[in-house]
Every structure is written in C-alpha cells, then in structure tokens.
Nanobody, 121 residues
C-alpha cells in the first residue's frame, strides 16, 4: 500500500488547510486511515483516524473541534480539514493505513511520506 500525502504549506494562525492522502491500493475501503504529526524535536503523535466506511471518526483532544477527518472511497483518498490553526500545529503530517473493518484503535502498518504544515503567529 502506497500513500501520497499533499496539501501542506505555510498559513497564518487562525487559517485553514486541507490535507489529502491518496492510496494506491484497490481495496482502499478495507482500510482504516489515520493522520499523525511530528513537530521538530518531538515524537510523532496521533491526530485523527477514520474507519473503513467513514462512519466512525476519532480525534486527538488537541485538535477536537478544529480538525475534521473524512474519506472518499471512490477516490481512494482521505482528507484532514484543519481550521483555526495554531503555531503549535506546525509539524510534518503523515497519513497511515491499517487493514481493519473494525472501530478504533488501529495498528497502522503503512505510512506516507509526510507533508509539512507551518503555522505562523
């Protein structure tokens, strides 16, 4: 499973960005998907996850109410809509896939290359 994330960039605090992650697999709907991030000098942390159908979403407390995860199985794509961005959201964002038809938690075995999000104050 290959994952290609895009959509990162430089944005001012309070702004919005939408990240996309396209999967190469033909069985995309068999995978739960997730977003993680890693800030400079910090460990990678969970941001959001979505189950195979899109009916279940899970968000880290730090982004609850500001970020939304969604997916389009017809396009093999998962999205992360990020609103009200803060400088603390600055990080490399990675998408990940877990072969699962169940609800969270997941073990993510497939990872994309990451896309950089920089939020200026």
């Amino acid at each position: 499973v290959q994952l290609q994330a895009s959509g990162g960039g430089l944005v001012q605090a309070g702004g919005s960005l939408r990240l996309s992650c396209v999967s190469s697999t033909r069985t995309f709907s068999s995978y739960a998907m997730g977003w993680f991030r890693q800030a400079p000098g910090k460990e990678r942390e969970f941001v959001a996850a979505i189950n195979w159908s899109g009916s279940g979403t899970y968000l880290a407390d730090s982004v609850e109410g500001r970020f939304t995860i969604s997916r389009d199985n017809a396009k093999n794509t998962v999205y992360l809509q990020m609103n009200s961005l803060k400088p603390d959201d600055t990080a490399v964002y990675f998408c990940a896939a877990a072969r699962s038809l169940y609800d969270y938690p997941y073990e993510f075995h497939y990872w994309g290359q990451g896309t950089l999000v920089t939020v200026s104050s």
